[in-house]
């Protein structure tokens, strides 16, 4: 049978969304936690979550299969079973008393996806397939996109052992042998597993993680861009401690204060590159705060720790946030009689999505009249496949309440309208 219209995809997806809700609280009864869900990577409990997906896939008569690094792969064969696949998924772990849907969704999307192909009785030109990924928050082991960076063959084997569970010091590879996993067949193996040469497209479906879909009424986005990062995790102010009441100003060596002129021009530079059209441009400060062992309110105070971290999709924006903050904080020590030490500086380039995948989403939705819009959006796995080479694009559905928190709500029209810009997007794909 050949590929259906969008709209006959779009009903056949509406018609799945009981058999959407109902994984959705099977996985949830296995994850639960005092508040929210908690699925670390590569235990029992996103284990449960494959093994559920990939049950459900069998009963659907898609193929199940689990790769190397334990990520699922259901997928419903294409005619030519050689030719380049098409790819969906999201990853299937979450933060600690996280969001059910974080991650979650995009795993869910793709099998329904191919329930609606396999309901229609399509057989697709090429393999489609959806995959559940592994590790993508990882939080056991300080390092995102574990399963997709061992699906491209992007993190190095070696990690395996070295990377240890900060609670426990057990390793990602003693985890990986409890949920069933041949650790030594996956050190051997350095081959990857998804490349440009087997995969045509990586779409992945995720919950919209900030305000923007609500904010706007609209219950689908297309991402530009994976924002990049400039950040400080480690940056303190020493000066000196002293009598609020007795130290005039010019005897003064308040960390603190420094610190907040630092931020305030930060802040100004940020305001005015975004007033000259600079795009997708973010800047926080986490943590600020100065030592309760000895800060007083009758003291000021001798030292103050900060973060500084900037976000956009511009690399010279980036560049540009960098040098500012090493130059301002050096001219402000020497006015302030203070000494900045900004510690390592880290941070990720922005990853651009797919320009053709992109449009086809938009187009996709436009012709189904689903509202949707343009914006950047932060890091997912979807960035590993685009530096791999693998044109990658993403739908995102509106979410109120944010993520990586108990509260995060998607309603499953939204979650459905997300699902059927993916499943007419991947039909046209499959050629
Ligand atoms: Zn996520």
């Not at 401690?241 to 060596?253: C, I, K, L």
């Not at 791999?388 to 939204?414: F, Q, T």
Request: overall charge negative; glycine content about 10%.
């Amino acid at each position: 049978m050949s590929l259906p219209a969008p709209p006959t995809l779009a009903r056949a997806v509406g018609n799945r969304v009981p058999f959407a809700e109902k994984l959705f609280e099977e996985i949830r009864s296995e994850s639960v936690d005092i508040a929210g869900v908690t699925r670390p990577a590569w235990s029992a409990r996103d284990q449960a979550a494959a093994d559920i997906l990939g049950d459900a896939a069998k009963a659907l008569g898609l193929e199940v299969a689990f790769d190397a690094a334990g990520n699922l792969w259901c997928t419903l064969p294409g005619a030519d079973r050689g030719a380049p696949r098409v790819l969906t998924g999201s990853h299937l772990d979450s933060v600690p008393t996280g969001g059910h849907f974080d991650g979650l969704a995009g795993a869910v999307a793709g099998l329904v996806a191919l329930a609606a192909f396999r309901d229609l009785g399509v057989e697709p030109p090429c393999d489609l397939t959806a995959m559940g990924i592994r590790g993508e928050e990882s939080v056991w082991y300080g390092i995102a996109y574990v399963g997709s960076r061992l699906a491209v063959g992007s993190l190095p084997r070696d990690d395996l052992d070295r990377l240890r569970r900060g609670d426990t010091g057990r390793t990602l590879a003693e985890h990986m042998a409890e949920v069933g996993i041949d650790v030594d067949a996956l050190r051997a193996s350095s081959q990857p597993t998804i490349t440009q040469e087997n995969t045509r497209a990586f779409l992945e479906l995720h919950i919209e993680q900030g305000p923007v879909l609500v904010g706007e009424g609209l219950p689908v986005g297309i991402p530009t861009t994976i924002r990049g990062n400039v950040r400080f995790p480690y940056a303190r102010c020493t000066g000196s401690y002293g009598h609020s009441g007795a130290t005039p100003r010019a005897y003064r060596e308040d960390a603190l204060l420094a610190v907040v002129e630092l931020v305030r021009d930060l802040d100004q530079y940020w305001i005015d590159q975004e007033a000259a059209g600079v795009p997708d441009t973010v800047f926080t400060v986490g943590k600020l705060y100065t030592d309760p062992k000895h800060h007083a309110m009758t003291k000021f105070p001798g030292r103050c720790d900060f973060t500084l971290n900037f976000g956009g999709t511009s690399e010279a924006f980036l560049d540009a946030c960098r040098e500012r903050t090493l130059a301002r904080a050096a001219e402000i020590g020497a006015a302030r009689r203070v000494s900045f030490d900004l510690g390592e500086c880290v941070g990720s380039m922005p990853t651009h999505l797919d320009p053709g995948l992109r449009k086809l989403l938009a187009d996709t939705a436009d012709a189904l009249e689903i509202p949707h819009r343009e914006f950047a959006t932060v890091g997912h796995d979807a960035s590993i496949f685009a530096r791999a080479g693998i044109p990658a694009a993403m739908v995102l559905v509106r979410n109120a309440d944010g993520s990586h928190n108990p509260d995060e709500k998607m309603e499953l029209a939204d979650f459905a309208a997300g699902v059927q810009v993916l499943a007419a997007a991947m039909s046209s794909l499959a050629v």
